[in-house]
């Protein structure tokens, strides 16, 4: 056997390869000669396939790119248990020095395309290929280059690196691992939040080995084992550790000009429990002032910055890419043009560099023509979000997502959104509030934008059925809220339940 062995071309799986834009390894590292355990625990049985082998098939089936299994002791009889997978095995020769040798052995087989590698320990048989990708997809929405799991806030393995660390993870000695480049670029840090604690347990003992094997797997439990009620009572779980909030609007906490049932009791509910909120919205029509008005209609009074928009996120955006005075183009009411005013922009069609896109109820030909000829001159194309459909008293009604859909086809280019499920509104958010994903949750009516984009940030994520998500549609979405309510009257009860139990 060589130092390094190629099992088959690395393709990314028999799954092919389901991840993003970002290319990430994933290094198993198996090189341990197991002394706590008394024998080999790579060769564990673990459902019917050596542990090992169990784990190296999660990074294939999470569409890691390549699959690098790190040997040591028992090399012979370990790589003859991977069998055939498409992996590349690599022998770190020194193991008994510590797992920074096996890190630095992986690191060696890592190509010069990837963006990261995604560390896993090869005795954690209860990780699942789900949380390897919302890792991978936490790391490509996020400016957070380290990404790593935790349960009630214990950090765990495994942990995503970016390239750009390689060099000082290279540099790490003894068992110290990736611990030490987690202490120091802690601004740099982001976390995946696992319910289940089990998920980040080792097998270090034969009595642990014992309790995970024998513990019953969620995925096992059916409908039958507890009632509706029961269920969405622990899903509500949940909500205990939730200080802060982010809050959609319209379908939400109103459709159209008509507010949802129960909207003073629920704000009254956030001010008694001391739960700080951001309104967080996608529609980019009104000005924070004009929501605020909105709210005070209805019985509710909230201060200005409490309501985040796409319109400010926008602005924000362009601010950052644009020089100040710029040209912009738009198309959307008053959030958008005063949004962008007050960051210095120059609201003209006239040679406009930018071409800035959000809903407008008067939307005509005229605006779409001017709009489509400065894109095909050259002008960058943004919107403020992607929402093809907005909710209104009579039903779905076309959204931004349309109008920007109609000049995608008549230019050919593709816009950059800013928006819900895009980070920006999220960290923006997060920031105001001082608030950390772990303690912070999303309640958005929809689940293409709204929940997508925040479990991609690492929020807990509620669902209402009160706007355009229906019942039918979680059936076939592959994104599974962490609970789903009717309504925000419905949320209530359920979150009193849980404070009570505390």
């Known amino acids: 056997m060589t130092d390094s062995t190629d099992h088959a071309a690395s393709s990314g799986g028999p799954l092919g390869r389901p991840l993003g834009a970002r290319q990430i390894a994933g290094v198993v590292l198996a090189a341990g000669a197991s002394t706590r355990f008394g024998r080999s625990k790579q060769l564990l049985d673990w459902q019917g396939a050596p542990l090992v082998a169990h784990v190296t098939d999660t990074a294939l089936q999470a569409g890691l790119e390549p699959v ?26 020194r193991w008994e020095e510590g797992m920074s040798t096996s890190v630095q052995t992986g690191l060696v087989g890592v190509p010069p395309e990837a963006d990261g590698a995604l560390f896993l320990q090869c005795d954690q048989p209860r990780v699942t290929a789900d949380l390897l990708r919302t890792m991978v997809r936490r790391f490509e929405a996020s400016k957070h ?7 009630d806030g214990r950090r765990g393995t495994p942990v995503l690196f970016p390239r750009r660390l390689f060099p000082e993870l290279s540099a790490v000695t003894g068992d110290e691992g990736g611990r030490s480049l987690i202490e120091r670029h802690p601004e740099a840090v982001a976390t ?19 309790r995970l094997l024998n513990s019953v797997e969620p995925s096992t439990k059916t409908s039958t084992e507890s009632s509706p009620a029961s269920q969405q009572s622990s899903s509500a779980r949940v909500l ?17 000009d ?13 001010r008694r429990h001391d739960v700080a909120f951001t309104l967080a919205t996608n529609n980019a029509s009104r000005t924070p002032e004009q929501y605020a008005a909105k709210l005070a209609s209805f019985g509710v009074e909230v201060p200005l910055e409490t309501i985040l928009t796409s319109s400010l996120v926008v602005a924000a955006y362009l601010s950052d890419i644009a020089p100040s005075g710029s040209r912009v183009s738009i198309i959307g009411e008053d959030g958008l043009a005063q949004a962008l005013k007050d960051r210095g922009f120059s609201l003209s069609d006239d040679d406009a560099s930018y071409v800035v896109v959000g809903w407008d109820r008067e939307l005509t030909w005229e605006e779409l023509t001017t709009a489509s000829l400065l894109i095909h001159h050259g002008a960058a194309f943004i919107g403020t979000n992607p929402d093809v ?3 209104t008293e009579r039903g779905p009604a076309p959204g931004n997502g349309a109008i920007l859909a ?8 593709s816009p950059t959104v800013t928006g819900k499920p895009e980070p920006r509104m999220y960290e923006e958010a997060l920031r105001r509030m001082e608030a950390t994903p772990e303690t912070t949750a999303m309640i958005g009516d929809r689940i293409d934008t709204d929940i997508a984009g925040a479990a991609n940030v690492g929020l807990t994520t509620v669902l209402t059925l009160s706007g355009i998500t229906q019942p039918e549609d979680l059936g076939t979405s592959s994104i599974k809220p962490d609970l789903v309510c009717k309504d925000i009257t419905s949320l209530i009860p359920l979150w009193k339940e849980v404070l009570s139990e505390s």
């Open 192 to 210: 995946v939040r696992v319910d289940d604690p089990s998920v980040l347990v080792d097998v270090d003992t034969p009595a642990d080995y014992d």
């Open 240 to 256: 205990r550790r939730i200080r802060h909030l982010l809050i959609d609007m319209d379908g939400v906490l109103w459709r159209g």
């Open 145 to 151: 280059p380290i990404v790593h799991p935790v349960h």
């Open 258 to 270: 008509e507010p949802l049932p129960g909207l003073e009791r629920f704000f009254a509910f956030l």
């Open 389 to 391: 459909t907005f909710p």
């Open 68 to 93: 690098i299994v790190v040997l040591g002791a028992q090399a012979d009889e370990i790589y003859a248990a991977l069998g055939d997978r498409p992996i590349r095995t690599l022998i770190n020769w």
């Open 406 to 413: 109609a000049l995608e086809a008549a230019t050919g280019v």
